[in-house]
Structures are given as structure tokens and as C-alpha cells.
């Protein structure tokens, strides 16, 4: 059974930064296309950074374009989320899980998970003004 935990997260100030990791047991993080989404109060839980299993490829919400940066580390088997310029606004607990994206005429519209995993109990962040 795969276990998602999810770390880093804290009490900054608008501005400063954050590093958000994700590990996980029973699953080789590598292999698989994975992504980061946050769940502020009383708000769906969205779409942050996806990274596809190569590596190769990865994708970020518009609102954070610039000043998130997903990595991952193999051997480690860890994933990061490095979270710069944090506004108020990236308040929220963070996730991370297996990413699936769908795409309309090869333009992708949508990053959502695959469902393949439970959620992990997030980590919080918080950004005060």
C-alpha cells in the first residue's frame, strides 16, 4: 500500500519562501507522474505542479508560474515543491499524489490525480500578510 507523507510546510510572511517534500513508501516516486495540490478552507482542493515520471516535463498552475519549482530526488525518493515570493493567497495544506493530465486536441486543459493513491494528511502552509 503506497503512503504519501507530505512535510515542510509553516508560519511565513508574504514574501519569504518555503520547501514543501513529499515522500513515499511502497512506490518508487520516479516511475510514475507526479504533482502537488493544496486545499485552502472552504475551497476544492486544486492543481499546483505536476512532474511527468521522466522528468522531463513539468507544469504549473498560472498562479504560480515563476515562483513554485517542483524536483524530485531519486534517490532519496523524495519530492520538493520550493515555494518563493509566497503571497497570502498560498495559504492552503499541500499534497502531493499521482498526476494524470487531460488533454483536448494535445493541449492539456486539466492536472488532476489518477486516483491510484490516497491522500497523504498534507502539510500546511500558511502566509501571513
Known amino acids: 500500500q503506497v503512503k504519501l507523507v507530505e512535510s515542510g510546510g509553516g508560519l511565513v510572511q508574504a514574501g519569504e519562501s518555503l520547501t514543501l517534500s513529499c515522500t513515499a513508501s511502497?512506490?518508487?516516486?520516479?516511475?510514475?507522474?507526479m504533482g502537488w495540490f493544496r486545499q485552502a478552507p472552504g475551497e476544492e482542493r486544486e492543481f499546483v505542479a505536476a512532474?511527468?515520471?521522466?522528468?522531463?516535463?513539468?507544469y504549473y498552475a498560472d498562479s504560480v508560474k515563476g515562483r513554485f519549482t517542483m524536483s524530485r530526488d531519486e534517490a532519496k525518493n523524495k519530492l520538493s515543491l520550493q515555494m518563493n515570493s509566497l503571497k497570502t493567497e498560498n495559504t492552503a495544506v499541500y499534497y502531493c499524489?499521482?498526476?494524470?493530465?487531460?488533454?483536448?486536441?494535445?493541449?492539456?486543459?486539466?492536472?488532476?490525480?489518477?486516483?491510484?493513491?490516497?491522500w497523504g494528511q498534507g502539510t500546511q502552509v500558511t502566509v501571513s500578510s
Open positions: 511502497g512506490r518508487t516516486l520516479s516511475h510514475y507522474s
Open positions: 512532474m511527468s515520471h521522466t522528468g522531463r516535463n513539468t
Open positions: 499524489n499521482e498526476a494524470n493530465k487531460e488533454s483536448v486536441d494535445g493541449l492539456i486543459v486539466r492536472h488532476t490525480t489518477t486516483g491510484n493513491c490516497d
